[in-house]
């Protein structure tokens, strides 16, 4: 594809559910990223992957949070027993290599969830 | 840590010049991005600047004081299309992350 894609674009849950987001990055980015906005907020770090490796997971706000990476490319953010906070919208962005060498970071349209 | 702060709202007309201003207080980063939020879309990318100075692309510049701690983005000949919100990141020190600001929401009107 062309740019970033999410899915799904909204989701609602009850609080206790799991949820799972996904992300298609730009073909052959090896970078990864997961943000989340909340409203008044800004855009908050969550998970850093290089290829299918997380060596930056120092955003995720508890232990209820993870994610994953596989064959280079889909990313699943996966939220255990959401809460009512964790309404937000959860972005997903990708790099040809890490953007500490100036290389901007693409964002996805993202995936709005609402915890009732 | 980091701490960054922009304006929260500015607003001004058509073909005006307006400028966004940024200050951080950081143990240290890996260069400056701008980038441009219109509700409910993704953010895109507008600048990066790395070294101290001047950054031009079009209609919009961007600079970066590190002895300051402050950065702007300019926007010149304003257009309704303008009107957005624009996000200041730094590249954390281990050149992974952005550290977001919260935004400053530009309106534009004729």
């Known amino acids: 594809g062309a740019g970033v894609s999410q899915s799904p674009s909204n989701k609602v849950t009850e609080k206790g559910k799991d949820v799972e987001l996904r992300c298609d990055p730009i073909s052959g980015h090896t970078a990864l990223y997961w943000y989340r906005q909340s409203l008044g907020q800004g855009l908050e770090f969550l998970i850093y992957?290089?290829?299918?490796?997380?060596?930056?997971k120092s955003g995720l706000p508890s232990d209820r949070f993870s994610a994953e990476r596989t064959g280079g490319s889909v990313s699943t953010l996966t939220i255990q027993r959401t809460q009512q906070e964790d309404s937000a919208v959860y972005l997903c962005?990708?790099?040809?290599?890490?953007?500490?060498?100036?290389?901007?970071?693409?964002f996805g349209p993202g995936t709005r969830l609402t915890v009732l | 840590g980091q701490n960054i702060d922009q304006p929260t709202e500015m607003t001004a007309t058509e073909g005006a010049i307006v400028q966004i201003n940024c200050t951080y207080q950081t143990s240290g980063f890996n260069g400056l991005f701008w980038y441009q939020q219109h509700a409910g879309e993704a953010p895109t990318f507008l600048s990066y600047n790395v070294l101290d100075g001047l950054e031009e692309k079009g209609r919009f510049s961007s600079f970066l004081s590190r002895s300051k701690g402050y950065s702007y983005l300019l926007l010149k000949e304003l257009q309704m299309k303008d009107s957005a919100s624009y996000l200041c990141?730094?590249?954390?020190?281990?050149?992974?992350?952005?550290?977001f600001g919260k935004g400053t929401t530009l309106s534009v009107s004729s």
């Open positions: 992957f290089q290829g299918n490796s997380a060596p930056d």
């Open positions: 990141a730094l590249v954390d020190q281990a050149g992974t992350a952005l550290i």
């Open positions: 962005a990708s790099s040809s290599h890490r953007t500490g060498a100036g290389n901007e970071q693409f």
